[in-house]
């Protein structure tokens, strides 16, 4: 038999509506100084595609609404709750005090490979990913509970933002 392309309304796809009532995967994603707009809405698709609770933007990271953002968010910027916060390490401390693991995804000394990163059952994670071209802050780099690192085997070692969102949502529910 050949395999046939599922049309749209055989997805099965929540509505707006359906999704904000979910029951969500213990985690949300944090967006620090991110200057590419159309990385944000990426982002907020993948959000949706795993159903994370919360979106944090923070520093310079733009928001919504805006066109570029929308264009590449395909409508999960209605769906996925978002919050701006324009101090990170603050809101990585809030985080923190209220019971949440801070995990940074950076190339860092002393850093945990994604493939040994074991979440613990019932806590909540929140991923920090930084600018394009710095990474994540040093400060917070600092304030993480965890480090991750993706292992890269190519000659950039530079992941896209948004990819690298995506392999961290989806190694994160695989494992929980």
Same mark, same amino acid.
């Given at each position: 038999?050949?395999?046939?392309k599922?049309?749209?309304?055989?997805?099965?796809?929540?509505? $707006? =509506?359906?999704?904000? !009532?979910a @029951?969500k995967?213990?985690?949300?994603?944090?967006? =620090?100084?991110?200057?590419?707009?159309? !990385?944000v809405?990426?982002?907020?698709? &993948?959000? =949706?595609?795993f159903?994370?609770?919360k979106?944090y933007?923070?520093?310079?990271?733009?928001?919504?609404?805006?066109?570029?953002? #929308?264009? &590449?968010? %395909?409508?999960? &910027? @209605?769906?996925?709750?978002?919050?701006?916060?324009?101090?990170?390490? &603050?809101?990585?401390?809030?985080?923190?005090?209220?019971?949440?693991?801070?995990?940074a995804v @950076?190339q860092?000394?002393?850093? #945990?490979?994604?493939?040994?990163?074991?979440?613990?059952?019932?806590?909540?994670?929140?991923? $920090?990913?930084? !600018?394009?071209?710095?990474?994540?802050r !040093?400060e %917070?780099?600092?304030?993480?509970? $965890?480090?991750?690192?993706?292992?890269?085997?190519g000659t950039?070692?530079? %992941?896209?933002?948004?990819?690298?969102a995506?392999?961290?949502?989806? =190694?994160? %529910?695989?494992?929980?």
């Amino acid at each position: 038999m050949i395999p046939r392309k599922l049309a749209l309304d055989e997805l099965n796809r929540l509505t $707006v =509506d359906d999704f904000k !009532n979910a @029951e969500k995967f213990p985690y949300c994603l944090i967006l =620090d100084d991110i200057r590419s707009l159309n !990385n944000v809405g990426s982002v907020f698709r &993948t959000a =949706d595609a795993f159903r994370a609770q919360k979106i944090y933007l923070c520093g310079i990271t733009g928001t919504p609404p805006h066109r570029d953002i #929308t264009k &590449t968010a %395909l409508g999960a &910027t @209605e769906s996925v709750s978002w919050e701006y916060v324009p101090d990170v390490v &603050t809101l990585a401390r809030q985080l923190q005090a209220a019971g949440w693991i801070v995990a940074a995804v @950076e190339q860092a000394e002393g850093s #945990t490979s994604l493939t040994k990163f074991s979440p613990t059952v019932g806590k909540q994670y929140a991923f $920090v990913f930084g !600018n394009e071209v710095n990474g994540v802050r !040093n400060e %917070l780099v600092e304030a993480a509970d $965890v480090v991750l690192e993706i292992p890269q085997f190519g000659t950039k070692h530079s %992941l896209n933002i948004a990819v690298t969102a995506g392999i961290v949502c989806w =190694d994160f %529910l695989q494992k929980t």
